[in-house]
């Protein structure tokens, strides 16, 4: 599992670490592990040529020690002063005594970028604010022949959010300290990340709030059946879904639900027909959750159309696991948080940011924010929303992030823009009610749920990528299932 720690924790572990080591030990671990991957990186390091962009903090000072290192091993290092006269005065001394060049002056220092084999940004770190300064945007705009290599966190970054206010400078490859920073998990932080390799330097980390799972934490989190199991052991999964208007949802969300490890699928709603005739393994219910047989978790709202607020009403009355997609989420930001006030079972709310913005309206009142703004505020926007319906949110988008109403939060790494496809919601509360149904706890379901969707796209388009449609995914997931599980 990969974990994520925000500055302040960060900075509090470092404080603790630094009273008990001589001082500067703990930059020289960072300067030397970040050195080490540039090497690895530039494959020789004799008479390569490295820019070191320094800004005025420890990140600059890592960076130059780094740059002395490679400089030792025959490098032609220059380093460029973004804040000259701040620069790390021993990283500097450093560079120097190495043979390293300096300069401070823009034009000398673009013209070094542009022709470098490797770039250090050592322009800011965990104590940035704010995009880059103006003395710094035309590196990012700079043409490059080299790979770019962040120290900590891409300069601009922020990094407990992955907000990205201003501009930022895109790495090829991150090296950070001690823990991820979530801005580097998150979008659109995460995608001026590149590769990020950890450091370790020593630190003692509290547990962390934020997470994202790998493949060997999903098939420790994968219902399997024992030899004891039957299908209703295994868990029933209810589908309120499809509509006359909409039956292709009902489809789409029985064939993830199918995928996803409960023993049997209970459909209910106004496609029955097409769904026994495209999968005769479901059982169909006509009506609403009410009317049909047990169950252990429903999923309502994928197509619901006109019957969609009966629906999950209906649901919502259980006293099992509840997701909530699409019409559904549009029928609950309607009524807002009260509507699951006396529920007694968890509640996993599956919003796109468009749907987001209307359940934090229904929230908070007032008009709904844009889109666009809660899709580069996820974080925030995930937390928001489960601390406001007191329900866990899978906040859909370029990096779907799992906020548990209690303040534990997961970041899915899987995915790909392929899957921004109609339907792929669908099969997704399909799959993560699945889970919920065979028993693991919210978080777990909709992140698992997340994971395998995601790979399953990465399959279903294939390499170099291809369009896919919301079936090829569904149908991919037994082939991620065992990838997972193989891993
Ligand atoms: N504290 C420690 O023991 C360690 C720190 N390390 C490094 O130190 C970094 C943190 O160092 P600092 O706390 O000095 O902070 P930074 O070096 O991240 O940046 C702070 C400095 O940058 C300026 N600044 C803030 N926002 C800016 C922006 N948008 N553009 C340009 N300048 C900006 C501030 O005025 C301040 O002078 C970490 O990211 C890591 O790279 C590592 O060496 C590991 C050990
Ligand atoms: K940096």
Request: hydrophobic share 50%; net charge neutral.
């Amino acid at each position: 599992m990969r974990h994520a720690h925000p500055v302040e924790t960060v900075r509090a572990a470092e404080a603790e670490l630094m009273a008990r080591l001589p001082e500067g030990a703990l930059m020289q671990r960072a300067a030397a592990g970040l050195a080490a991957t540039c090497a690895r990186l530039l494959g020789r390091v004799y008479g390569s040529r490295v820019t070191v962009l320094v800004g005025s903090g420890d990140n600059g000072g890592d960076a130059l020690y780094a740059g002395a290192a490679l400089a030792r091993r025959g490098a032609r290092v220059t380093a460029v002063l973004l804040a000259p006269g701040k620069a790390h005065a021993g990283g500097l001394a450093a560079l120097r005594a190495a043979r390293g060049r300096v300069t401070a002056e823009q034009e000398v220092g673009l013209a070094d970028f542009s022709c470098a084999d490797l770039v250090l940004d050592g322009i800011v770190g965990i104590g940035g604010r704010g995009g880059l300064r103006p003395g710094a945007v035309p590196y990012a705009e700079a043409r490059r022949r080299g790979v770019v290599v962040a120290v900590d966190l891409p300069s601009g970054v922020d990094a407990d959010t992955g907000e990205v206010p201003g501009v930022a400078l895109r790495a090829d490859v991150t090296v950070c300290f001690g823990t991820y920073k979530p801005g580097l998990l998150i979008d659109p932080g995460a995608s001026y990340a590149g590769a990020v390799q950890l450091v370790d330097i020593g630190l003692t980390l509290p547990q962390p709030e934020l997470t994202a799972l790998q493949h060997a934490d999903v098939a420790a989190l994968l219902p399997l059946p024992g030899a004891e199991s039957d299908k209703y052991r295994r868990g029933v999964v209810g589908v309120a879904a499809g509509s006359a208007t909409y039956p292709g949802a009902a489809l789409l969300a029985v064939a993830g639900a199918l995928r996803g490890g409960a023993g049997a699928v209970r459909y209910v709603g106004a496609a029955a027909e097409e769904v026994v005739r495209r999968f005769p393994e479901t059982l169909v219910t006509e009506g609403g959750p009410a009317g049909a047989g047990r169950v252990q978790a429903w999923v309502v709202g994928p197509g619901g159309g006109e019957g969609a607020r009966q629906a999950l009403a209906e649901a919502l009355a259980s006293d099992v696991p509840v997701l909530v997609d699409a019409d559904g989420l549009t029928e609950l930001g309607r009524i807002g948080p009260s509507a699951l006030a006396g529920r007694t079972a968890p509640t996993l709310l599956t919003p796109h940011t468009g749907e987001a913005a209307r359940l934090l309206a229904g929230a908070d009142g007032g008009a709904p924010a844009a889109a666009d703004d809660l899709a580069a505020r996820r974080l925030a926007t995930a937390r928001r929303l489960a601390a406001a319906y007191r329900a866990t949110v899978l906040l859909k988008g370029s990096t779907t992030v799992i906020a548990d109403p209690g303040g534990a939060v997961r970041v899915n790494p899987t995915g790909t823009s392929w899957l921004a496809t109609a339907g792929s919601g669908d099969v997704l509360a399909g799959l993560a009610g699945s889970l919920l149904a065979a028993g693991l706890p919210p978080l777990d379901a909709a992140s698992v749920a997340a994971y395998l969707h995601g790979l399953a796209g990465r399959e279903a388009a294939g390499a170099p990528g291809a369009p896919v449609t919301a079936l090829a995914v569904a149908e991919a997931l037994p082939a991620v299932w065992r990838a997972v599980r193989q891993a």
